[in-house]
């Protein structure tokens, strides 16, 4: 086992986020619904934010914190990607049900290093990203009805 601190894990979760962008961005190749390429285009906003939140965030947590190490080894980004599979023509339901899995795998992830963080303060930065995650998932959830209904 390799050791990480709590900035490694912020960093991991700054590349799902950019490594998202990219998944989102080869899907728009993929379908030729607008109402899909807009919110391929939404979701790509989306991770931009979150990435550029998660940096903030960063700079909030004070450098003990971020120094903290754990005893993990991170799995590399690209894994989570690897098995998911895309269909050669991509629609809405597909893309919701992408994002709902990928938003999922992260906040599964946040879940699991915080039970693993022997400080408090790293449990809470973790247990914070974890329930900001979850708000995302409502947001996507909101973007989902509201294309049922429009």
Same mark, same amino acid.
């Given at each position: 086992m390799s050791f990480n #601190? =709590? &900035?490694? !894990? %912020?960093?991991?979760?700054r590349e799902?986020? &950019?490594r998202l962008i990219r998944f989102y961005d080869g899907l728009r190749g993929l379908t030729e619904s607008e109402e899909t390429a807009r919110l391929l285009e939404e979701l !790509?906003?989306?991770? &931009? #934010? /979150?990435?550029? &939140? %998660?940096?903030?965030?960063? @700079?909030?947590?004070s450098e003990n914190t971020l120094d903290t190490f754990f005893k993990y080894v991170l799995a590399t980004t690209e894994q989570e990607f690897r098995d998911y599979f895309i269909p050669d023509e991509v629609d809405s339901e597909f893309v919701i049900a992408a994002a709902r899995y990928f938003d999922e795998r992260l906040s599964r992830f946040y879940e699991s290093m915080a039970a693993k963080? %022997?400080?408090?303060q790293v449990r809470d930065? %973790? @247990?914070n990203l974890r329930e900001m995650e979850q708000r995302e998932q409502l =947001? /996507?959830?909101k973007m989902e009805l509201e294309?049922? @209904?429009g």
């Open positions: #601190q =709590t &900035r490694d !894990i %912020l960093d991991h979760a799902f986020h &950019r !790509i906003a989306r991770e &931009r #934010q /979150l990435e550029a &939140r %998660l940096a903030d965030y960063e @700079e909030r947590v963080a %022997l400080s408090v930065v %973790l @247990e =947001t /996507l959830s294309m049922k @209904e």
